[in-house]
């Protein structure tokens, strides 16, 4: 996974970075963006605080289907 961010304040004592900066995050399948963010090195966890859109790519999903009335049967 890559994760460039132009910005960010790196804090080596709590092991944690911060940004008020836009952040885009490319994985093999999905891409996330957003503003802002606070990435926790020691617990591997990110929070995007704002405008978050995640995109998921080639995953052979089908689309859904509205659901069917019920079919009456006349005995």
């Known amino acids: 996974i890559?994760?460039?961010?132009?910005?960010c304040?790196?804090?080596?004592?709590?092991n944690t970075a911060?940004?008020?900066a836009e952040i885009f995050i490319m994985g093999d399948n999905?891409?996330?963006?957003?503003?802002g963010y606070?990435?926790?090195?020691g617990?591997?966890?990110m929070e995007i605080r704002s405008e978050?859109?995640?995109t998921?790519?080639?995953?052979?999903?089908?689309?859904s289907q509205p659901p069917q009335p019920p079919t009456e049967v006349n005995p």
């Open 2 to 7: 890559e994760v460039p961010s132009p910005y």
């Open 9 to 14: 304040t790196y804090d080596s004592r709590s």
């Open 18 to 20: 911060v940004s008020d």
């Open 30 to 35: 999905f891409n996330i963006k957003g503003v």
């Open 38 to 41: 606070v990435f926790e090195a």
């Open 43 to 45: 617990r591997s966890q």
């Open 52 to 54: 978050v859109k995640v």
């Open 56 to 63: 998921f790519k080639n995953l052979n999903m089908k689309p």
